[in-house]
């Protein structure tokens, strides 16, 4: 049975998913929308029908619609039939629980006078564990859901909110106006205030679950013994610690193995504002609720009270249509109460049942404390009829959730047919349109190529031109002379160091290693000293994309105004470039491209330039002879490390000036690369025809599309109405599709 | 007094400011194996004609665009008539000035030397490029030559030059001593300014001589009348100590195979010994009578005399065997002229011819 | 008034400080040790040439020595100076003179040559007569100027106006006279770090004969349209060896004027170690040897004829083929001497006098080195 619930729990999930996406999507929706409307192209009393009425009630719908499908999940995601035990207090429901479970006082703690029960458990059968798993709160949920509503009860604005405040609050001996129920309230959370010492700890724990053997259990779950009560000690009060507690236990009775009991608190305890909280809670929790009610001189009939409780539970049941199915009515009749029992009953069957027994709710008998006869009289007919009873149960409530959907999804889809009126009426006419459109674009693609080939003319002019480009020169003289600072500078660390520390090397390697070492370094320093020259690469190349961009700003009416200059314009261009109602590929890659860029001196400059540093060796090879020689043997000496070091510098100066003139004479200046590159860019942009790879129709129909998506942005004023593939209309248009397509899924998925 | 003034700019290769010295008298110094015009020299020229000055090798702080140093030459000459004798005394002590510094420039080459301080003062770079563009011009040639004057007339209130003038008399006339000895350097200011008032001769640093029996240096003697003031300055030289006298012919076995140039006798065309000849006896002639005349008369006037004959019979260097040594005096004429050994000795070469 | 010497010209062309000096003291060195052996000497013929090129010699030792390489002597010439080299073969009256003057490129202006006609006509006349033109063309400038602004300035630096000029006024006078013979050398100098041939790594020979080819195209072309017959050399020579170019600068005056510095260093040993320069030697033994074969070749006429010719170029005391005459009839005389005379003086002179004509032979044989090429 359970088996066959949970097989059931995808599907609940996915409805689940879906109506959750249709919240997002009613959001992007309404905000699409109101883009739309304050397009300036739109008139306003059109733009009056682009809105989503009732945009929160419907929210609210569908939020319900998704809770309701929660309690669905929950319940089918459940792997124990959870039956939940509520009552009064005094009711006998520990006793009852202890029945059931086969446990003791220690772990389900029962009493005679006081209400005993703290904390609720929730009982487990299983026949291998025994053990006790406490949920604890932490001081920041102890404080908001414990003693923050102490403190809005009684009237208090404040609350505190650390464990310290708490510690140090003071708390009035009296009330200002004494009511009754405020008295004991404020006994009550005096007593919870002087016993904090005793549950801190727990409270301040890193894990939120604390394992405790069965036999340890009770403080944890019960109020204090009358008598500790009244005691001079100091009252501990460690359940104040614990949210609540699972037990897992074997049950005596090993018929049903996946059996959970739920206590729940009395209701009478919970503070007004948590009622309904609580039945969401049930009603995710418990599969059906017994409710205890015990036979005894001050209790022998159905009270206000009781018919309150019945009323709540019953708002738990939800879309079960049989509210004898959620609850079943207990009557708990101890030993030497029996003839309390019947009088009882009747009127239960008068107040409840409308005088015919079992007309609404079914009454069950039992004692309590009688194990046999819980078993007997309770457990096996409730599990018979759960039998019976669940999967249709089950069936309920999901078709109350699909019902709810259903609605649901009706409203919206009315809705959406609305706006896609209002959304037609807002679109011009087309036909003529598309053909001053297609004019626009031809105009644009020819001013804008005017002007780029006038840019690549003057980058030509600079590469051909007579003179060296004077900024590159100064750059590299600049970045030249600092090497030669640096090699002059005795290699950054001084003639008289290096020379030390050469001939100090001498003496423990010879001349080789030494020598070896530091050509590399000086190889590696004048490689990296040049690499500073990126700076001015990368700022000439942005340069270019300035000068680029400032073209395409210029012509694209509002389009790209607000966005930098630069890379950040051509960036935004390429985005807008990427429409998906309206794609330009060719015009996107072209843009990219120039965007991708780069002139780095280690990876374009340095291998061209490497063999200039080809000097820098302390080998080579004689090319008369073939034979290795060395460039310099130093003598091991002060005079040969002296001798090593003007040597080095000469090797060193004569490297640098080799990469200094490679550098000048060479074929890659930035003004080449940044003319070869625009060049590209603009027989990309302006002349590239179609193509299949990029699926492209050429530049000249993409210039169309691009019209076309950007009309009142390029040509601001010029065009009434919104046109169609306007991108915010095509937004909206494609919120709509989606809302309708996804109302679907989950219609199917129910 | 003309000033010329040579350097070059830093684009402009070496040239005259403005005005070019006819002739380049000095260089012929090279060709004879004397002295290198291009390296740091004093020549000085005194003659008939007036004299004539020729410094260089002061190097200026200007750096050519090769980063070469540049140096300086100047180039001074004796007025002509029209400019007057008053300014003469002016310019002489001028010039004797300028060759003092100069001398002590020459002299100690390491570091900065007075004269290429003075110069570069007046002569910054950017106006001597101006005026090496200008080329053939009087102005620039003017104006160089008022800031020569310029530069050096402060030196004309100093009370002491330099290089001290040696006070006493020249020991020789005709001398060689070493550029590097101070007392040569003192003698050698001294016949300066004698040939400046008027003396005939020349002061020289010979950079190519290292010794007083240097070919060259007799070629030299037997060239030139008057007087010879010549500092060795041959680099690696071994000093010449003292001061050596240079005479008439001094005849010396060639000693190596160094210069055959100068090895080879000078060839005199055979139609000019007879009026040589016919010279020395009309000399001889004018001699006997005049001493007849006089009588005992003045020893000093002889050695003049005779040294004067010894440099118009000028005998070749080879083969001849020296009997006299400079200096010395000659004996008195006897009544037998033939018996007067210079004159034998030039009716030998006549004979050997 | 002239000698009867015999005298070859050679005419060096160039800026000052581009190491015409250097180059014949190379020369001289290299052919002392071309002719070690041979009982032929080369030698310094006047004071002036050898104290020039002792200091010379002394001055890059000093330089080697120190390590950090100045280039020779420091001061540019300043008027054309005159060298006189002599192959001496220890005959008295058997030697051969070779003349060369080193012509300073900023002497030609025309306008500034008011005050040194003498000087003038007397280069002139010596280039008119000159059977070889060396022109030593700096190596450094051409390959360490990379920026368009300096190579602009590079006909400036390397005088190669002047040069033009001296060259096709030299090839005008050399096509009067089409039987004597011609030759020009390019030779780059301070090029050794652009050869692996020497001591050096890298060979960007190939680029430096570009660079050279783009700034002396003038010059070769107006040899070649005034001289079609001269033989035009390129010869890249190395008159140190043992030292290269560290680095080099294009750096601006205060005054606002590009100049070029360019620093050098000694590399390996400090051994010198020339390259090319015996190439020169070769081309002008050939020179003296094809004068002769030329002069040898007439021989065939009566020996009257003979004598006149000699006499005619005697009195005419110039040209080529007057030193060739006199060269040959020295030697005639030797022969005719030892022939007469039957003694070992005289046989001993015959035999140096032929000694030298044999190891000039021997020197024109030889091919020239690789770096060498025709133009």
């Known amino acids: ?750 | 007094m003309h000033v010329h003034l040579r350097t070059r700019g830093t684009d402009i290769d070496y040239r005259f400011i403005g005005d070019t010295p006819k002739a380049f008298w000095w260089s012929e110094y090279k060709r004879r194996g004397l002295t290198d015009h291009e390296k740091p020299v004093i020549v000085v020229e005194s003659d008939g004609a007036g004299w004539r000055i020729y410094l260089h090798g002061a190097e200026s702080r200007r750096r050519d665009n090769r980063t070469t140093p540049i140096t300086f030459s100047i180039v001074l000459a004796s007025g002509a008539p029209e400019h007057g004798d008053r300014d003469d005394a002016a310019d002489r002590e001028f010039a004797f000035r300028l060759i003092n510094l100069w001398l002590e420039a020459v002299s100690e080459p390491s570091g900065r030397s007075t004269v290429a301080e003075r110069l570069d003062e007046v002569l910054p770079a950017i106006t001597v490029d101006h005026w090496l563009a200008s080329g053939v011009d009087p102005e620039s040639a003017r104006a160089a030559e008022k800031a020569v004057r310029m530069a050096f007339s402060s030196g004309l209130s100093e009370p002491e030059p330099p290089i001290a003038v040696s006070t006493s008399e020249p020991p020789y006339r005709r001398w060689l001593g070493d550029l590097s000895d101070e007392k040569s350097r003192e003698t050698f200011v001294a016949h300066v300014r004698e040939l400046l008032d008027g003396r005939q001769g020349k002061a020289l640093i010979l950079t190519f001589v290292q010794a007083p029996d240097d070919p060259v240096v007799a070629d030299l003697a037997a060239a030139e009348t008057g007087d010879l003031a010549l500092l060795a300055a041959r680099r690696g030289r071994t000093p010449v100590e003292g001061m050596h006298p240079l005479g008439k012919a001094e005849p010396v076995l060639p000693a190596d195979g160094k210069d055959l140039r100068s090895r080879r006798p000078r060839p005199m065309g055979r139609k000019r010994l007879p009026l040589v000849a016919l010279a020395v006896v009309i000399l001889l002639v004018g001699l006997i009578a005049w001493l007849m005349l006089t009588g005992t008369g003045n020893a000093t006037p002889l050695p003049a005399l005779s040294a004067a004959a010894t440099t118009i019979t000028s005998c070749p260097t080879s083969k001849i065997s020296p009997d006299m040594t400079p200096g010395e005096q000659p004996e008195r004429p006897t009544s037998d002229p033939r018996a007067h050994r210079p004159w034998s000795c030039s009716a030998s070469t006549a004979a050997a011819r | 008034m002239t000698t009867d010497q015999v005298a070859f010209k050679i005419g060096l062309l160039g800026p000052s400080r581009v190491g015409k000096t250097s180059l014949v003291t190379a020369m001289l060195s290299e052919a002392q040790r071309m002719l070690a052996g041979s009982g032929v000497a080369m030698v310094a013929a006047d004071t002036a040439t050898e104290v020039v090129i002792d200091g010379n010699r002394e001055a890059l030792q000093g330089d080697l020595l120190s390590g950090e390489f100045l280039h020779g002597s420091l001061l540019g010439t300043v008027e054309p100076t005159y060298f006189k080299l002599a192959l001496d073969p220890g005959v008295p009256d058997a030697r051969i003179d070779i003349e060369l003057l080193d012509f300073p490129g900023g002497w030609i202006k025309p306008k500034d040559r008011v005050g040194v006609e003498d000087q003038w006509e007397k280069c002139r006349k010596f280039i008119a007569a000159s059977t070889i033109l060396l022109v030593p063309v700096d190596a450094s400038l051409l390959m360490e100027t990379t920026e368009k602004e300096h190579l602009r300035l590079l006909p400036q630096f390397l005088t190669t106006v002047q040069v033009e000029q001296v060259a096709r006024d030299w090839a005008i006078e050399r096509n009067r006279r089409p039987e004597e013979p011609a030759l020009v050398a390019f030779c780059p100098v301070k090029g050794e770090a652009y050869f692996n041939d020497n001591g050096g790594i890298k060979n960007r020979s190939v680029l430096l004969r570009q660079r050279f080819d783009t700034v002396y195209a003038g010059v070769v072309q107006a040899v070649r349209a005034e001289a079609p017959k001269a033989t035009i050399l390129y010869a890249p020579v190395d008159t140190i060896g043992c030292v290269e170019l560290v680095r080099a600068d294009w750096t601006k005056s205060s005054t606002g004027i590009w100049g070029f510095d360019a620093k050098y260093r000694v590399r390996g040993k400090a051994e010198i170690s020339r390259m090319g320069v015996d190439d020169l030697m070769t081309a002008i033994a050939q020179q003296l040897i094809y004068g002769k074969r030329l002069a040898g070749a007439q021989e065939s006429d009566d020996l009257r004829a003979l004598a006149n010719r000699a006499a005619e170029y005697a009195e005419r005391s110039e040209g080529f083929f007057r030193d060739i005459w006199l060269w040959v009839n020295r030697e005639r005389q030797a022969r005719r001497t030892a022939a007469a005379q039957h003694d070992r003086e005289a046989r001993e002179a015959l035999h140096r006098v032929l000694a030298l004509d044999a190891v000039l032979e021997k020197i024109a044989a030889q091919r020239f080195g690789p770096r060498v090429s025709r133009l």
């Open chain 1, 1 to 750: 049975m359970l088996d066959r619930r949970r097989a059931r729990l995808p599907e609940v999930q996915a409805v689940i998913t879906n109506w959750r996406n249709v919240d997002q999507q009613l959001i992007s929706l309404s905000s699409a929308l109101d883009l739309l409307r304050n397009h300036p192209s739109v008139l306003p009393d059109a733009a009056a029908g682009l809105a989503i009425p009732q945009f929160t009630e419907m929210r609210a719908q569908v939020a319900q619609v998704i809770e309701q499908y929660t309690a669905v999940e929950a319940r089918f995601s459940r792997d124990t039939v959870n039956i939940g035990v509520s009552g009064s207090a005094r009711m006998g429901k520990s006793t009852l629980l202890q029945s059931i479970s086969g446990l003791g006082d220690e772990q389900i703690p029962t009493g005679r006078d006081l209400p005993v029960t703290a904390i609720r458990s929730r009982i487990y059968n299983s026949p291998d564990l025994r053990r006790a798993v406490l949920r604890l709160h932490s001081p920041e949920s102890f404080l908001d859901e414990v003693i923050k509503a102490y403190h809005l009860e009684l009237g208090f604005d404040q609350w505190p909110t650390t464990l310290d405040e708490f510690r140090t609050w003071n708390y009035p001996a009296e009330l200002s106006d004494p009511k009754p129920d405020k008295v004991s309230l404020l006994a009550r959370l005096r007593d919870i205030h002087a016993a904090l010492w005793s549950y801190e700890q727990d409270l301040c724990r890193a894990e939120r679950e604390m394992v405790v053997g069965l036999d340890h259990l009770r403080q944890f779950v019960a109020y204090p013994t009358h008598e500790s009560q009244h005691s001079t000690d100091p009252v501990p009060r460690r359940y104040l610690a614990v949210r609540d507690a699972r037990i897992d236990c074997a049950f005596p009775h090993a018929e049903v193995d996946r059996l959970g009991i739920i206590d729940l608190p009395g209701l009478g305890e919970i503070a007004a504002g948590a009622e309904s909280h609580h039945v969401t809670g049930l009603r995710h929790e418990v599969d059906v609720v017994l409710l205890i009610k015990k036979a005894s001189e001050t209790s022998a009939f159905w009270t206000a009270a009781d018919a309150q409780a019945l009323k709540l539970l019953d708002l738990a049941r939800g879309s079960i249509r049989n509210r004898g199915d959620f609850v079943y009515l207990v009557v708990n009749t101890p030993k030497g109460a029996e003839s309390l029992a019947d009088p009882l009953r009747a009127h239960i069957t008068h107040q409840v049942n409308d005088g015919q027994p079992g007309k609404y709710f079914t009454v069950l008998d039992t004692d309590a404390a009688e194990p046999e006869s819980v078993r007997g009289g309770v457990l096996s007919p409730l599990l018979t009829a759960l039998a019976a009873r669940l999967p249709v149960m089950d069936e309920e409530c999901l078709a109350g959730a699909r019902e709810a959907a259903a609605g649901t999804a009706a409203g919206i889809e009315l809705m959406l047919a609305d706006l896609t009126t209002a959304m037609r009426s807002v679109r011009a006419a087309s036909g003529d349109v598309t053909e001053t459109i297609a004019d626009q674009a031809r105009k644009l693609r020819e001013d804008l190529a005017i002007e780029l080939n006038a840019l690549v003319a003057e980058l030509r002019a600079r590469v051909m031109a007579d003179e060296d480009d004077p900024e590159y020169v100064s750059a590299i003289k600049a970045v030249y002379g600092d090497v030669v600072a640096w090699i002059e500078g005795g290699f950054g660390i001084g003639a008289e160091t290096w020379q030390a520390a050469a001939f100090r090397a001498f003496g423990t390697d010879g001349s080789g290693r030494y020598a070896d070492e530091q050509i590399n370094r000086i190889r590696v320093e004048i490689g990296n000293r040049f690499a500073a020259l990126d700076t001015f690469y990368s700022g000439q190349i942005e340069r270019t994309r300035r000068d680029v961009g400032l073209i395409l700003r210029r012509h694209c009416g509002d389009l790209l105004t607000g966005a930098g200059e630069g890379t950040a314009l051509l960036t935004e261009l390429a985005d807008l470039l990427d429409n998906p109602r309206n794609p330009c590929p060719a015009l996107h890659q072209a843009v990219t491209g120039l965007l991708a860029l780069r002139m780095e001196y280690r990876s374009h400059l340095h291998p061209l330039l490497r063999p200039q540093l080809d000097g820098l060796r302390m080998q080579y090879e004689d090319p008369r002879t073939g034979r290795p020689v060395a460039v310099i043997v130093p003598e091991l000496t002060e005079k040969g490390a002296r001798d090593l070091y003007v040597n080095f510098t000469h090797l060193a100066e004569n490297a640098a000036h080799e990469v200094r003139k490679a550098l000048m004479a060479g074929e890659m200046t930035p003004v080449m690369v940044t003319y070869a590159a625009v060049e590209h860019f603009v027989d990309a942009f302006i002349r590239s025809g179609a193509s299949n790879e990029l699926g492209s129709p050429g530049s000249e129909r993409e210039f169309e599309r691009f019209a076309r998506a950007y009309r009142d942005e390029l040509w601001p004023g010029a065009y009434q109405g919104i046109a169609e593939g306007n991108v915010r209309y095509d937004r909206v248009m494609t919120l709509i599709d989606t809302l309708y397509g996804t109302l679907a899924e989950a219609r199917r998925a129910a």
